[in-house]
């Protein structure tokens, strides 16, 4: 459980950035490295997608032991989904 609250902590950053950046230039990055964010990624591998220059799609996946693979999902709205166990 306190590994998925790390992963919605690094969503929650990555929102607040992607927010900031909207501001300066208009639209959203899939880019960690655009972002002026440093995140330690032990045990989720995270990535950012960008179905249109006004929405993104941040993925927290799993990246070992038991629930390898399970994913936290966060929007641009701070929706959540994803297949983790304690989502």
């Known amino acids: 459980k306190a590994k998925g609250g790390e992963a919605r ?3 929650g950053h990555i929102q ?3 927010k900031i ?3 300066e230039k208009e639209t959203y990055t899939t880019n960690l490295s655009e972002l ?3 995140l330690t990624q032990k045990y989720w591998s995270i990535s950012i ?3 249109t220059s006004i929405t993104f799609i941040a993925t927290a996946t799993r990246s070992g ?3 390898s693979g399970q994913t936290i999902i966060m929007d ?3 929706n959540m989904s994803g297949n983790w166990e304690y989502l």
């Open 49 to 51: 997608t960008t179905p």
């Open 21 to 23: 950046y909207y501001a």
């Open 9 to 11: 902590a690094y969503l």
């Open 16 to 18: 607040t950035a992607e």
């Open 36 to 38: 002026d964010l440093s």
């Open 65 to 67: 032991g038991t629930y």
């Open 76 to 78: 641009e709205r701070s």
